[in-house]
C-alpha cells in the first residue's frame, strides 16, 4: 500500500513539475530608445505575448507594432506610417532559444544571466539576434529583462534624410518581462 501511494505521490509531482515548464505573459514590456544631438526617442509597448518554454529552453515574442507609445502624438503617427509601417506589416516576432538554459533552475529562486540567439523578424525582415539579460526565478514566477541593439538598416528601415539628425541608426531594445506558469 505504501508503494502505491509513493508512486502516485510521484507521478502527481512529475505531472505538476512537467505542468509548471512553461511560463507566459501577455503585458510584457519593450521599449526601444533612439538618442541623437538634435532628439531623444522612447518608445513603449506594455501588450507584449511572450512564452518561455523552460524545458525545452525556448522562447517566442509577438509585438503589435501599433501598440508602442511615445510622448508626442506625432512622434507614434510617424513611427508607424513612414518608418515601421504598421498597416503593412503589423507584427514584430522574435523565436529563439535560451543558449544557456541548463544553468537556470526555473524551479529555484534566483537570479541568472541568459544568452538567447533565435530570429527577429520586423518590418518583413527576418534577422538573426543574439542578447545577453537576467532571468529572475521567485516564489515560482519568472522575469526577464535584457537590453541590446539593433542596426534599422538591418530590417530595410529607411531614415529620410531630411530628419536623419533626429533618429539614430542605431535603436536600444530593452525587454522586461514577468511570466506566470502556464496552465
Do not use: W
Request: hydrophobic residues 35%.
Amino acid at each position: 500500500m505504501k508503494q502505491v501511494i509513493l508512486i502516485i505521490l510521484l507521478c502527481v509531482s512529475t505531472l505538476t513539475a512537467n505542468s509548471q515548464t512553461v511560463y507566459m505573459t501577455r503585458s510584457g514590456q519593450v521599449s526601444f530608445f533612439s538618442k541623437t544631438p538634435m532628439e531623444n526617442i522612447d518608445g513603449t509597448n506594455n501588450e507584449v505575448t511572450s512564452l518561455i518554454d523552460a524545458s525545452k529552453g525556448e522562447i517566442v515574442f509577438a509585438i503589435l507594432v501599433k501598440s508602442f507609445r511615445f510622448e508626442k502624438a506625432l512622434m507614434e503617427e510617424h513611427f508607424n506610417e513612414n518608418y515601421l509601417e504598421s498597416t503593412k506589416f503589423p507584427k514584430a516576432t522574435f523565436q529563439g532559444k535560451i543558449t544557456n538554459s541548463s544553468s537556470i533552475n526555473f524551479t529555484k529562486d534566483g537570479s541568472y544571466p541568459a544568452t538567447v540567439e533565435g530570429d527577429l523578424t520586423m518590418h518583413g525582415v527576418k534577422q538573426k539576434q543574439t542578447a545577453t539579460g537576467t532571468i529572475t526565478v521567485t516564489n515560482g514566477k519568472v522575469s526577464a529583462v535584457s537590453t541590446f541593439t539593433i542596426k534599422l538598416a538591418d530590417y530595410k528601415i529607411e531614415i529620410p534624410s531630411l530628419v536623419a539628425d533626429k533618429i539614430s541608426e542605431t535603436i536600444e531594445i530593452r525587454v522586461n518581462c514577468k511570466y506566470e506558469p502556464r496552465s
